[in-house]
């Protein structure tokens, strides 16, 4: 076994005896060695996270800012290194491994602005006559340290969307990477430890998940910010209902293709390279597409044609665009459901097979709606395709989902575009492309089962923080 990267406590990095093995998810060959912190080592992190708080919120903010700024500067001196290093872990091909190094320097950049912005705002108070001669200023501050527990599927970017807003609003953060994929993060802390940040003020402590539940009841980390599946989401905020916490869940992210739209080449392409990208693991990949019966046989025939074309392999190969699901297990669970549909009536337009981890493009058309491919998140490289005869038809079969983070409408009909957003029931409606458009910056988050709060740099950096007003009297408005 080679030698294992440690945890960064409390910005030290230390290892301990309790080490395994990382393997990449296509061949299974080691890709490092990582270990598990002591309870020690946790009790550390928490308690100087817990003691730095006050010191940390008060520390100048291009203090806070020019720490980000060096995030940004290393990631992109490392790049190659960082996205070849995502690949080994993750599994994706190479060519989104950059875009997720590229996305996760976005991020710590608008950490950066953000901080630099985060100023407040003044009120006028003379409004009503009490409030003569009265202005209030209203701040924000941290609500505490955050415990940020991140999924595999994004081991740096969704790092990055925990760690660069607490960050920002110096709030202490201890972060807990997914086991699968922790020498993503591990990376990050030695590229921290190069910033003057207070120790205490960040750590990176990879646990079980069994010892999860621990760090989620510590009463020093008011704040739990988790990004993962859905029955672990809700059963977190089930056990402390007196925290603060955010949940980015699951989903089953629905597309329509009105009558109207000129383009069903530019729709099919983007329908499957954005249900299929990250293999499927994304939770707002495109899975279940719904087209007006006009234009229906048109663009299933062409999206079944460019998913086809989707190449599998080596996710290391320039040329893979469809790498191997996290394991073989995630993969034997997509058989499955694939198998499930066909039993029950579905059709397999392309795709359809299992090799070992890697699952063939698929798209499915004659679906029932109950079938776990259309009712649950698939997390795989599958899709959906079926007919709706009109707007009201899709729309009620987006919303009849127990999912709602993210929709994609393609039309040019600008009065469909603001229905879409008032009806769906979703947390974000992409309009002329699909659900898995996501700029950092913007409020992403969403509703049902998909999760409660939103991230995205700035809302998450106001979720992390309470309003703090002072009332300043008798003063000249």
């Known amino acids: 076994m080679t030698a294992a990267i440690g ?19 296509y061949d299974g060959k080691v890709v490092g060695t990582a270990c598990f912190a002591t309870d020690a080592e946790v009790e550390r992190a928490v308690s100087a996270a817990h003691a730095c708080q006050r010191e940390f919120a008060a520390l ?28 080994a872990e993750n599994g994706k091909p190479i060519t989104w491994a950059r875009a997720e190094v590229n996305r996760s320097i976005s991020t710590f950049r608008w950490g950066a602005e953000e901080a630099r912005r985060w100023s407040g705002q003044l009120q006028r108070l003379d409004t009503d006559q009490g409030g003569t001669g009265r202005m209030a200023l209203i701040r924000r501050k941290p609500k505490g340290p955050v415990l940020g527990i991140t999924p595999f599927n994004f081991p740096l ?93 699951g989903g089953n992210a629905a597309v329509y293709v009105n009558s109207d739209w000129p383009d069903l080449d530019h729709a099919a392409e983007r329908i499957a390279t954005f249900a299929m990208y990250q293999a499927g693991q994304s939770c707002i990949s495109v899975q279940r597409v719904y087209a007006h019966r006009d234009v229906h046989d048109e663009l299933a025939e062409r999206v079944t044609k460019a998913v086809a074309a989707q190449t599998t392999g080596d996710p290391r190969e320039e040329s893979t665009k469809v790498g191997p699901l996290i394991d073989e297990a995630a993969a034997e669970r997509v058989e499955q459901w694939i198998e499930e549909a066909v039993a029950a009536g579905a059709s397999v337009l392309t795709g359809g097979t299992r090799e070992g981890t890697t699952i063939a493009p698929t798209v499915l058309a004659g679906v029932p709606e109950e079938a776990k491919v259309c009712s649950e998140e698939v997390f795989g490289p599958v899709l959906t395709i079926a007919p709706v005869d009109s707007v009201d038809e899709a729309f009620r079969r987006i919303n009849d989902s127990r999912y709602g983070l993210q929709a994609g409408v393609f039309t040019r009909d600008l009065q469909l575009a603001f229905r879409a957003s008032a009806e769906l029931e979703v947390g974000g409606v992409v309009i002329g492309d699909v659900p898995s458009f996501r700029a ?38």
Do not use: C
């Open 7 to 25: 945890n960064w406590v409390a910005g030290e990095q230390v290892t301990s005896d309790q080490a395994f093995e990382v393997h990449h998810p």
């Open 60 to 87: 100048p903010a291009h203090v806070r800012a020019g720490a980000l700024d060096h995030v940004v500067r290393r990631l992109q001196e490392r790049a190659e290194e960082v996205a070849q290093l995502i690949t």
């Open 157 to 249: 970017n969704l790092v990055a969307h925990k760690v660069a807003p607490a960050l920002a609003v110096g709030a202490p953060i201890v972060l807990k990477p997914a086991p699968k994929t922790p020498l993503s993060a591990l990376l990050l802390g030695e590229i921290l430890a190069e910033t003057e940040l207070p120790a205490g003020s960040w750590s990176v402590l990879v646990t079980t998940n069994e010892k999860a539940p621990e760090l989620v009841a510590d009463p020093r980390l008011p704040v739990v910010s988790f990004t993962g599946s859905g029955p672990v989401g809700w059963q977190i905020r089930d056990s402390v209902p007196r925290k603060h916490v955010t949940l980015e869940l």
């Open 440 to 477: 950092d910056q913007m409020p992403y988050g969403g509703v049902k089962e998909s999760g409660v709060g939103k991230e995205g740099v700035r809302a998450a950096m106001t979720d992390i923080t309470d309003e703090v007003v002072t009332v300043l009297t008798g003063i000249q408005v």
